[in-house]
């Protein structure tokens, strides 16, 4: 990764230590810390209901033919004759920001500035990763 593939801001960070061009390495963190790892979770693409909220599905029998995957019934009739805002449906799954914390850093390989944290590290492999203490 090239030095200045990712610029990234961090608001509250005591800069009376550091000057503009400064690298940060891993020698803010020690062996056994315990972190908070954030990061853009997989992104899935487009997914039904069932995948995405856990729905059932419908039976399959009783002439229900194509229905098993269905989200089912989804609004009502006359009032208030809309689908009501926060419905659970298909759509676009994954790809968030995630936040996973209590996380432990295993391992520091200071030579070769890489952080080594066990546990559901967010993200694709060699995705960007922000690690707090």
């Not at 089912?72 to 926060?86: A, D, E, N, T």
């Amino acid at each position: 990764m090239k030095p200045s593939s990712v610029l990234k801001e961090f608001r509250k960070f005591d800069i009376s230590d550091y000057k503009v061009g400064d690298q940060i390495n891993t020698d803010l963190c020690t062996e056994l810390d315990v972190v908070k790892v954030t990061g853009k979770s997989k992104g899935k693409g487009f997914q039904g209901v069932m995948k995405r909220h856990g729905f059932h599905g419908g039976q399959r029998t009783h002439g229900q033919g194509d229905r098993e995957r269905a989200p089912g019934s989804i609004g009502q009739s006359s009032y208030p004759s809309r689908v009501l805002k926060g419905m659970k449906m298909g759509g676009r799954m994954g790809y968030k920001t995630i936040t996973t914390s209590g996380l432990k850093i295993v391992k520091i390989f200071a030579d070769k500035n890489i952080l080594l944290v066990k546990g559901a590290v967010p993200g694709a492999i060699n995705s960007i990763v922000e690690i707090k203490k």
